[in-house]
């Protein structure tokens, strides 16, 4: 059975900072792609970050330079971490992994940016 879960979400004041782990199990985590998305109220659900099976990583755009994405393979964990925080970063937070055929989502992490 698969499963990813997601933690280190929270509460967080503007221009903070937060770590997001998402650990897998179940899978050969090593062999798949993983992206982190996120998904505010009434918004669709966006990509965030993304590194691949050879550790390549990219981010979004608008989110270069304060968001990264790093993976711990002998761990099974892909982490987020988010600095200079806005409140427009508020939203659930979802770690993906995929590797074609296969495609699997964790459950979600609140992040909430406001004073």
């Known amino acids: 059975q698969v499963q990813l879960v997601e933690s280190g979400g929270g509460l967080v004041q503007p221009g903070g900072s937060l770590r997001l782990s998402c650990v897998a199990s179940g899978i050969a985590f090593w062999m798949y792609d993983v992206g982190w998305y996120r998904q505010a109220p009434g918004n669709q659900r966006e990509l965030v970050a993304t590194i691949s099976s050879a550790g390549i990583s990219n981010s979004a755009g608008s989110l270069k330079g304060r968001f990264t994405i790093s993976r711990d393979n002998a761990k099974n964990t892909v982490y987020l971490q988010m600095s200079s925080l806005k409140p427009e970063d508020t939203a659930v937070y979802y770690c993906?992994?995929?590797?074609?055929?296969?495609?699997?989502w964790g459950q979600g992490t609140q992040v909430t940016v406001s004073s």
């Open positions: 993906n992994v995929h590797r074609r055929p296969y495609d699997y």
